[in-house]
């Protein structure tokens, strides 16, 4: 049996002298592993379409507990992904959470496209890292079902103000008031809340296109980055060596 599928590659594995076992995210199949044999050899049919970071048509056949590639024709590839050690560090943190989500025919696609845009915006250096970062994050958050609620302070109502605080148990905002009668600091300004609610609540192609006070930048980063890996309840660990180079 075989299948054809549009896919990008996550991560590569070498095996043995020649070979590689990639993981790809595919809109039909989601996330998948799939055998590539001979395609670290210069000359294979398979050399250009399965390096990391390809986004290529690939033809699979499927074996008893895995995928082996048959063909992979580039689509495209991110060259200036590798122009720089924080987007080469960025690129591999997004591909590797991308990998431990329980992607469902539903998700796939959508979370297909995120990752893409993202993955350009790196190469050709659209958007600050840091964006792109965030963005991402609470993008995927959104996608697969884990979206904060982010109407109102949970028990006063109150929408707007400076200073609000997101509980990562629940995802539900407290404004700066109810968040003290709780012993509880907010994480919160007012632009990064508002940046939060942008990225969250906005059409697909709309969602990069904001931007955000100095000051208010940590603020949407460190509760982007906290929530998500609260979320997903297991290391994701390329992170740190983002950190690292940044």
Known sequence: MEQVTDGLVLREVKVGEADKILTILSPQLGIINASARGSR??????????????????????????????????????????????????????????????????????????????????????????????VYELRTMTLNGYMPQLLCCRDCHKYDGDGFLLEYQGGELLCRDCAARENKTPNLDQGSLKALRYICLMEDDQIFSFELKEKSIPFLCRVAEEYTIYQMERPVKSLGFYHSVQ
């Open 41 to 134: 050899r210069l000359k294979s049919k398979l050399f250009s379409g399965c390096g990391l970071f390809c986004y290529s048509e690939f033809t699979l056949s499927s074996g008893r507990n895995t995928w082996f590639v048959q063909q992979a024709t580039v689509k495209r590839v991110f060259h200036g992904i590798g122009a720089s050690v924080g987007g080469m560090a960025l690129a591999a943190y997004l591909a590797e959470l991308t990998s431990l989500l329980p992607l469902t025919e539903k998700e796939a696609p959508r979370q297909m496209r995120l990752l893409l845009n993202s993955l350009y915006l790196i190469s050709e250096q659209k958007k600050p890292l840091w964006q792109i970062k965030a």
